[in-house]
């Protein structure tokens, strides 16, 4: 079996440059990581993850816990943290927590009794003080949600500026009575984008009509069910602003089958074929791929270096992608 020093060897470098390529050292110029990883390949070298183990008494595992893993963005985020975390020859357990409260901590202990070295977690809770004993063992990074009650590394996206830019979008575009659709305040994501909804209602200088608010969509049938609800209101919406991919999902379905291609529609997260329908769906970009490299980028700096006890609240941009469902007919772009 090939060693770390053979690889460097091959490759002209040091076995600490080596280990800077696996650890994914961004640092690394282009043409030494693909002068080590051609070596790699080469040499069929595989680290030495037993040595690993009996250093730190626990396997080369990490856990990831996400409310679903059907959903569309947590599985793109798990399946980004798997492939840095392959990488390093680190292996990866998935669990879902749901999106009952009361079943988090069950979870994620039953998660932690597998004795991972990492958690990166989307708390669904409103209280994570219950891992605070295991902070001292094992690397917490939080990701879509800051954690409440507890101090840690955590990775979010701009809730609030997204949803400001959303709505304001459709603003641009001559609606004035634009619908809010979600699932429930008790998450924190939710709260953050109504809040920036709210926002750039007060910026327009329009008054937000409670009536307007749906928090019901927990499924694709609720989410429906909003939407009807909503557009049979005396005054109904001529634009909806749906607060996540998932509700987006559900909702439409339901004005497809209503005949409403006259509704405009920004989405809080893009999903598979959002571009190919008709119109296509204007969304604000979460790029799960990203919050998921930056979280386990973020989990393995920890692990590597320990004592560093900063914590730090990571903001990724979400940038808006005009599509052509602003005016809520098939057309052009909407700009």
């Known amino acids: 079996m090939s060693t770390m020093r053979q690889v460097a060897e091959r490759a002209g470098v040091s076995a600490k440059t080596v280990s800077r390529v696996m650890h994914d050292d961004r640092y690394v110029s282009a043409d030494v990581r693909q002068r080590v990883e051609r070596a790699i390949a080469e040499l069929g070298y595989v680290p030495n993850v037993l040595a690993r183990t009996f250093r730190s008494g626990r396997d080369a595992v990490i856990g990831v816990a996400v409310p679903s893993i059907s959903d569309p963005f947590f599985a793109a985020l798990t399946g980004e943290v798997e492939r840095v975390a392959r990488a390093r020859g680190v292996a990866v357990l998935v669990t879902s927590i749901g999106t009952d409260p009361a079943h988090e901590q069950a979870a994620v202990h039953a998660l932690l009794g597998r004795q991972v070295t990492g958690l990166i977690m989307a708390p669904v809770a409103a209280d994570q003080s219950y891992l605070r004993p295991c902070q001292d063992r094992t690397v917490i990074v939080f990701i879509d949600r800051p954690p409440a009650r507890i ?10 500026g997204g949803a400001h830019a959303a709505t304001t979008h459709l603003l641009r575009h001559g609606h004035r009575r634009v619908g809010f659709v979600g699932d429930t305040l008790a998450i924190a994501t939710t709260a953050r984008r109504l809040e920036g909804y709210r926002a750039a209602l007060a910026d327009a200088g329009i008054d937000p009509d409670p009536g307007l608010v749906a928090l019901t969509a927990a499924s694709d049938e609720d989410s429906a069910k909003a939407l ?9 919406p001529t634009a909806l602003f749906s607060s996540n991919a998932r509700t987006s999902i559900g909702i439409i379905p339901a004005l497809q089958a ?7 529609l920004v989405s809080f997260g893009d999903f598979p074929l959002a571009a190919a329908l008709q119109p296509p769906v204007t969304v604000i970009d979460q790029d799960p791929a990203s919050v998921g490299r930056t979280a386990a980028t973020r ?3 920890r692990l590597d270096h320990p004592n560093r006890r900063l ?5 990724l941009p979400v940038p808006l992608i005009s599509r052509g469902s602003c005016r809520g007919r098939p057309g052009p772009d909407c700009g």
Do not use: C, N, W
């Open 151 to 160: 101090v840690a590394d955590s990775v979010v996206e701009d809730d609030l």
């Open 299 to 301: 989990l393995f700096e």
């Open 258 to 264: 209503a005949g409403r291609t006259d509704v405009g």
């Open 228 to 236: 009807v609800d909503l557009l049979s209101l005396p005054e109904p």
């Open 311 to 315: 914590k730090r609240r990571i903001v």
